[in-house]
């Protein structure tokens, strides 16, 4: 997959607020080690507005955090005006997703803990959070306690807490992704209203986001994260902003971000024709990973893909089914892992195998499931084989599980063992003991070990 970046010249060294040199992060617990972040360079120049994009998992919320000083890198260094930041970053205010509220404070007192590392007078302190919360449209909550609040108002207390230290570098980390489409659309507005008109002191935003709707109609540059371990993959200019928002240059925009993000053998230069390669291609990661989906939801996804037609724009159909962009790519994966379906240009298109799934009655669609999981899912495989090579045919799941954590996190390591197991199964190759967290085979194995089956 080839790395590429904006051919127009970078903003002069003067320019540049912040920036991530070649950093790396390495997540180590025990005897698992998850390489997360792998060299990632970004520079955020004044007057800047960067939406920060990539698959779920790839880093986004870990390099904002570094970025913040909140998490130190394993290499490399984050440079503010230049000088290697040690510690804390205090130029930068970061609102998060959660909103990250103190449930016994009030919004006044809550804006006020923003300033509680400056020396500030008392006075200071409360004449600058008033001003914060009227900025942010709070005004007449100041003595309300967040449960009093609605999602959108509680976010509204998150900005105003960021924008109270007058931060040179706002990061923002899916602000807007906890909230209501309405209150989303309202907020985000009334954001870019305050940053266009310069009623916040703040140089340079960078947005985290899942929404790539979200991210062109915002920014004037994109940055997009390759799976993990992540490098930069894209870095482009937005569009103008009279043709954010809507429009042919906003559809095709979205349309190629989409592409590009559910297909890494995408061809960058050739979906975005501003791109250009600036460094060699990454190595592929050395192991499969499983989209967490259930089986329920991937059925339910390749009907109404073969309802279709058969074939469907990812976009219109992330958009008829209401599905965020991380949600549709995973499903897209297991159906293409799972050889039910391919993606071509943006559209997702259901293979022979995968019509005939969407056809078969329960039994035969089983039946289906079962050759595409032993053929295409290394984990099943390995497991089923592991199993009819065990005396007595049961396992605990530790073993497994201990072998994932050599290339997972803990958490992942379960995540990745748990779609195995659903979707095992379903498949029948192997049955599940809730209670004592044990895999075994129902039948004793036959002698032939499960074959890899013919591809399409
Ligand atoms: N403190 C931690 N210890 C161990 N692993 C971690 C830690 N924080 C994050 N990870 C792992 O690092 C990877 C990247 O996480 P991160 O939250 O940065 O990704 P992301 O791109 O923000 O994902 P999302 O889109 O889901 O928010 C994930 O696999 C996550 O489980
Ligand atoms: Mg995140």
Redesign the pocket.
């Known amino acids: 997959m080839a790395t590429v970046s904006a051919p127009n010249a970078r903003p002069p060294a003067q320019d540049i607020l912040l920036a991530a040199r070649a950093i790396s992060k390495v997540?180590e617990?025990g005897r698992s080690r998850?390489v997360?972040l792998d060299q990632v360079t970004l520079d955020l120049a004044a007057g800047e507005f960067v939406a920060l994009l990539?698959?779920?998992?790839?880093?986004?919320?870990?390099?904002l955090r570094i970025l913040a000083g909140l998490v130190p890198p394993s290499a490399g260094e984050v440079l503010v005006h230049g000088t290697p930041l040690r510690g804390i970053n205090d130029r930068v205010a970061v609102v998060f997703q959660s909103f990250a509220l103190f449930p016994w404070l009030t919004v006044l007192e809550n804006v006020e803990l923003g300033l509680l590392t400056r020396s500030l007078s008392r006075a200071e302190r409360r004449q600058r959070a008033l001003a914060a919360i009227d900025l942010i449209g709070l005004d007449g909550f100041e003595s309300a306690y967040p449960k009093e609040l609605s999602g959108g108002m509680r976010q509204r207390v998150g900005f105003a807490r960021a924008l109270v230290v007058e931060p040179e570098v706002l990061l923002m980390d899916?602000p807007f992704s906890a909230l209501d489409v309405l209150t989303a659309e309202n907020l985000r507005h009334e954001l870019l209203d305050l940053w266009r008109q310069r009623r916040i002191p703040t140089q340079a935003i960078l947005i985290?986001t899942?929404n790539i709707d979200e991210a062109v109609a915002m920014a004037d540059r994109l940055v997009v994260?390759s799976p993990?371990p992540a490098h930069v993959r894209v870095d482009i200019p937005g569009l103008p902003v009279a043709e954010r928002g809507r429009g042919t240059e906003h559809s095709r925009l979205v349309d190629a971000i989409y592409q590009l993000m559910t297909n890494p053998e995408a061809d960058v230069a050739a979906l975005l024709p501003v791109a250009r390669p600036v460094e060699p291609g990454v190595p592929r990661r050395p192991y499969q990973m499983l989209p967490p989906v259930s089986i329920g939801r991937l059925t339910g996804f390749i009907e109404r893909l073969h309802r279709l037609g058969g074939r469907e724009d990812m976009f219109e159909l992330a958009r008829a089914l209401h599905l965020e962009a991380?949600e549709i790519i995973a499903l897209a994966e297991a159906a293409d892992l799972l050889d039910f379906a391919t993606i071509e240009a943006g559209d997702i298109v259901l293979t022979p195998v995968g019509q005939a799934f969407a056809e078969a009655d329960v039994l035969r669609e089983k039946e289906i499931f079962r050759h595409q999981a032993l053929a295409h899912v290394e984990l099943i495989r390995d497991i089923v084989q592991e199993l009819a090579a065990t005396p007595g045919h049961r396992l605990p799941e530790e073993r497994i599980l201990a072998r994932l954590q050599a290339v997972f996190?803990p958490?992942?390591a379960r995540r990745q063992l748990d779609t195995a197991i659903g979707w095992g199964r379903y498949a029948e190759a192997f049955a599940y003991d809730d209670h004592a967290g044990a895999l075994y085979l129902e039948e004793p194995p036959s002698s032939s070990p499960p074959a890899a089956g013919p591809r399409g």
């Open positions: 997540y617990s998850l997360v990539g698959p779920s998992g790839s880093g986004k919320s870990t390099l899916e985290v899942h994260l993990p991380d996190t958490d992942e």
